[in-house]
């Protein structure tokens, strides 16, 4: 299967004009402009053709779509060990938030108890999105059943001032509050995270659905003034 040309194939000139402006950090003549269920369903096509494993040996991909093709083809894996691997490899070439964040393997659900090796391991990296990557990972799988402070504690560690770091740790803090929020509150009372994280958090909080109205009442009391 060609499948550059196939994702040629799929471009639609109005969803590039649009979804470019999600992500303007990535060259927008590297994107296709190819809406997101068409590559899951090349993907689930590559895999039923048997083209996946030499589409995964090329790396670096030159486009966008082949990035998130590449996520995806990732996904479907069901040995834990190989898509490690084959994260290992992709990570440092993730260049984007979207990219990032459509990287949800279906075998990792089964695999917590591994998981967190490789989540400690992935936030000790430079890379900014494989950063971004283990600290969403915590957020998916560690948050309900599988929770424990230590993993907030984890992520409140990392300082960065890459912009998509601390958004994510904007987003795991504001998640928690709604899955835990007695045990999440006290990072917001002491004041444990950088201010602008610190403030976001309470930001995402608010917009939740999940968090009660006098939560947030009080939530909004804990807001730091930038003077």
């Known amino acids: 299967m060609d499948i550059l040309k196939e994702l040629f194939s799929l471009k639609d000139e109005k969803y590039k004009e649009f979804h470019k402006k999600l992500i303007p950090n990535v060259n927008s003549d590297l994107i296709i402009g190819v809406r997101t269920p068409l590559v899951k369903k090349l993907a689930k096509m590559v895999i039923k053709e048997g083209d996946d494993a030499l589409f995964l040996s090329k790396l670096p991909h030159k486009y966008y779509e ?23 490899e992709f990570l440092p070439h993730v ?18 108890d591994k998981l967190i090796f490789d989540i400690k391991r992935w936030l000790k990296s430079n890379e900014e999105y494989t950063i971004r990557f283990a600290l969403e990972m915590i957020m998916v799988f560690y948050l309900d059943k599988n929770f424990d402070e230590k993993y907030l504690k984890m992520a409140s560690k990392i300082k960065s001032d890459k912009y998509y770091i601390n958004m994510m740790i904007s987003w795991l803090f504001a998640t928690s509050l709604a899955k835990q929020y007695e045990k999440t509150l006290p ?35 804990l807001k730091v003034k930038i003077k």
């Open 187 to 221: 990072y917001l009372e002491e004041k444990n995270l950088p201010i602008w994280v610190h403030n976001k958090t309470i930001q995402k909080a608010i917009e939740s659905f999940r968090i009660s109205d006098d939560d947030k009442k009080y939530l909004r009391t």
């Open 66 to 88: 082949e990035n998130n093709l590449h996520a995806f083809l990732i996904n479907e894996m069901k040995d834990y060990d190989k898509c490690i691997k084959m994260l290992d």
């Open 95 to 112: 260049d984007n938030w979207a990219t990032c964040d459509g990287i949800r393997p279906k075998c990792f659900k089964n695999n917590t």
